[in-house]
């Protein structure tokens, strides 16, 4: 494996089925030998390395501490709180249209992290390394390039 994508989702699930399929410890491993990624939402929060409100123990949303961020699940609110917004995107032309479904922010950021997005005031999209993460979702549009920004970075 060269790489590796952590998609949307419910991150206390995913949590769940790697820790079920004794992945957890072996992509720790590979993320700290530099193994890229990139996550979107549910991925963001597991590539942090601390998460705030991770849910109920036994049950919570694991990190596998990709970058060095503490990420809020459900920051923006409820799946009713989802919403689209247009986003500033370092590294690219013009802005992201950026949706975001119960979304997560960043709260804290590691020195050699990037901020490369911002709604609210917050975080929402960063790079540390060949690692990137948003909190929304570029796939449910037809711009391609955060994926491309991925990619390239391979």
Not at 70 to 81: C, I
Request: with cysteine.
């Amino acid at each position: 494996m060269d790489a590796l994508v952590l998609p949307g989702g419910e991150s206390t699930a995913m949590s769940k089925l790697l820790r079920e399929f004794e992945l957890l410890d072996p992509l720790r491993e590979r993320l700290a030998g530099g193994m890229p990624a990139y996550g979107s939402c549910a991925g963001m929060i597991l590539l942090a390395t601390e998460i705030a409100d991770a849910g109920v123990p036994g049950r919570e949303a694991l990190p596998l501490g990709g970058i060095d961020m503490t990420v809020r699940r459900n920051a923006f609110g409820r799946q009713v709180d989802s919403f689209e917004e247009d986003v500033a995107f370092d590294g690219l032309d013009g802005s992201v249209h950026a949706v975001f479904i119960r979304a997560p922010w960043v709260e804290r950021v590691g020195p050699s992290v990037e901020v490369l997005a911002r709604a609210a005031g917050h975080p929402v999209a960063v790079r540390q390394g060949r690692t990137l993460a948003t909190a929304f979702h570029p796939e449910m549009t037809g711009d391609r390039r955060v994926h491309r920004m991925f990619v390239e970075s391979l």
